[in-house]
């Protein structure tokens, strides 16, 4: 099921609750099921989604609702308040302080955004009064040292690569040891996305990770996957911990639900958006706003 579609159906199942002249706990079941159905479909765990209706179903008890209660209203608040709990693996990221060295290091696979967001990340900070710096550890794809550089160059970022050496473990190390000891309080370090084969990806995302010792490590998505980002997070999340998620592409039609599956399989709260491909086109998440888009 493609993302868009994920909010699609939630939204059809409530219009058809809306349209229903009595609302019972039959017209209640089938809507539940329906949302209950997009979700599974969209990857989000089974528990999480079983939970949910048994949640919606306590607190819409149709023997405690005197008759004047708006029951529509009541119900649709209960999705919404059980859908924003769905974004909330229930710790809070790890937070960089200012002032004190942090590595952040980026995954995600190509085309999700990845570059473009760790200037937007950076440059959020920068304005903040951050000291950011950019390490690009892509050595798989032709040109990503080229748009980092371009990016950080733009922004006024001090940037470290190369065009010659093809390890990127050892260019991820050396940035790293380099702004650490030019004091950068934020080290922000871009990975590749693909590789020749796929278990060579996340062998070399680990060996990065261990050489560079992240103290965050987060996972960019592209807000238009739908079933794809619960294989792609926990793809991810099994080789290096993944402890935040950022999703991108979020000023197109994309509603964003993959981020549901990211969550529950990062168990790590979404932390930014990126809505645009400018570098200030970055939002910090805000829960509501997102659920309610979904919904709509
Ligand atoms: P990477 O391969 O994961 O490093 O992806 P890039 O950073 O190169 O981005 C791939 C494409 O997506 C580029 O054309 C970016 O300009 C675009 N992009 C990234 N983030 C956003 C976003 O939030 N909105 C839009 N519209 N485009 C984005």
Redesign the pocket.
């Known amino acids: 099921m493609v993302l868009a579609q994920l909010g699609g159906s939630i939204s059809r199942a409530l219009q058809q609750m809306s349209n229903a002249t009595i609302i019972d706990e039959k017209v209640l079941s089938d809507c539940l099921n329906e949302i209950s159905r997009a979700l599974l479909q969209a990857d989000v765990q089974f528990k999480m989604v079983r939970d949910m209706q048994s949640n919606i179903k306590r607190i819409v008890n149709f023997d405690d609702l005197a008759a004047g209660h708006n029951k529509r209203r009541i119900i649709q608040q209960a999705i919404f308040n059980e859908l924003c709990k769905m974004l909330d693996p229930g710790k809070p990221s790890f937070t960089p302080k200012k002032g004190k060295t942090s590595v952040i290091m980026f995954v995600?696979?190509?085309?999700?955004?990845?570059?473009?967001?760790c200037t937007k990340y950076a440059y959020y900070h920068q304005k903040k009064g951050w000291k950011p710096a950019l390490v690009c550890a892509d050595t798989f794809?032709a040109g990503?040292f080229d748009?980092l550089k371009q990016n950080a160059t733009k922004a006024k970022i001090p940037f470290y690569g190369s065009y010659t050496e093809s390890d990127p473990v050892k260019i991820a190390a050396e940035g790293v040891e380099r702004f650490k000891k030019e004091n950068c309080d934020l080290i922000i370090v871009?990975t590749s996305?693909r590789h020749k084969q796929e278990a060579a990806l996340f062998e070399e995302m680990r060996q990065v990770s261990e050489a560079t010792k992240p103290d965050l490590v987060i996972f960019?998505m592209d807000g238009g996957i739908g079933q794809a980002a619960f294989d792609q997070a926990q793809a991810f999340k099994q080789s290096v911990a993944v402890g935040a998620v950022i999703v991108?592409?979020?000023?197109?039609h994309a509603k964003g639900g993959g981020a549901l599956s990211a969550v529950a399989a990062t168990k790590s709260p979404v932390i930014f958006i990126?809505?645009?491909?400018h570098m200030d086109?970055f939002e910090v998440f805000d829960v509501k706003p997102f659920v309610s888009r979904l919904l709509g």
Do not use: F, H, I, Y
């Open positions: 995600g696979l190509q085309g999700s955004g990845k570059t473009t967001t794809r990503a748009q871009d996305g960019v991108t592409k979020m000023d197109g990126g809505t645009g491909e086109e």
